[in-house]
């Protein structure tokens, strides 16, 4: 990371653990040691975790809320020749976390951005669910409302494996949707609290994991993934 005094700073995207600390990797923790300042999208999260790993460093808040704003600030200081590393609360920033605005940003003004491989929710959840991997499409969180209903008809005629997110007080709503757009057979699997003391994977179709989750409860954030027609 050593630049001439002429040089513009460098854009750090660092994945944070999306549970257990020993996910972090060394790399991550050495840029975040070396830059001149984190951004962090919710900096209670985040502090307890940088003193965690030892990193001393001026932490500022970076959040859907305030980031257009906030990115004409960053832009400045890394034309300025400073280093800056961006961390959401956990996993790979950008991904449906804060992240996407600023890069694009950093980018127009043709300025250095790096994304760390790490941690991400979707991969893992994927990789277990015993389902097609060499194709797939990744949607983030459904709508709530507007455009739900027209996503989950467009979803059910997909042949890839589709993957989203989703959170413990929607999840059997959005299994009964699911099962009435791509019917009660078809194959899906459910993962929750990944890289947790209480990770688990469910799988069978939906008919069957409704019943799982209707028996067992419904804690912590899920991934599902759903089989291709």
Not at 13 to 30: F, K, Q, S, W
Not at 102 to 114: D, F, H, P, Q
């Amino acid at each position: 990371m050593e630049k001439k005094e002429t040089d513009s700073g460098e854009l750090f995207l660092v994945p944070t653990p999306i549970g257990n600390l020993e996910d972090m990797t060394i790399r991550a923790v050495n840029i975040l040691k070396k830059v001149d300042f984190i951004l962090a999208e919710d900096t209670r999260n985040s502090i307890p975790l940088l003193k965690h790993f030892g990193i001393e460093k001026k932490v500022f808040s970076h959040h859907q809320h305030n980031e257009h704003q906030a990115t004409k600030e960053i832009i400045k200081f890394l034309k300025e020749g400073k280093n800056i590393a961006l961390i959401s609360d956990a996993g790979t920033p950008a991904i449906s976390d804060p992240g996407f605005y600023l890069v694009r940003e950093v980018i127009k003004y043709n300025l250095k951005v790096t994304c760390l491989p790490g941690a991400t929710a979707f991969v893992p959840a994927l990789v277990c669910a015993g389902l097609p991997v060499d194709r797939f499409t990744f949607e983030g969180f459904l709508p709530l409302k507007k455009g739900r209903q027209t996503r989950l008809k467009e979803l059910a005629k997909e042949t890839r494996t589709i993957v989203f997110y989703e959170s413990p007080h929607r999840l059997l709503k959005t299994i009964d949707e699911l099962i009435l757009h791509c019917g009660s057979e078809r194959q899906a699997s459910i993962t929750r609290e990944i890289s947790k003391i209480y990770e688990e994977t469910i799988r069978g179709n939906l008919l069957e994991l409704k019943q799982y989750f209707n028996n067992q409860g419904v804690k912590g954030e899920f991934v599902v993934c759903l089989a291709g027609i």
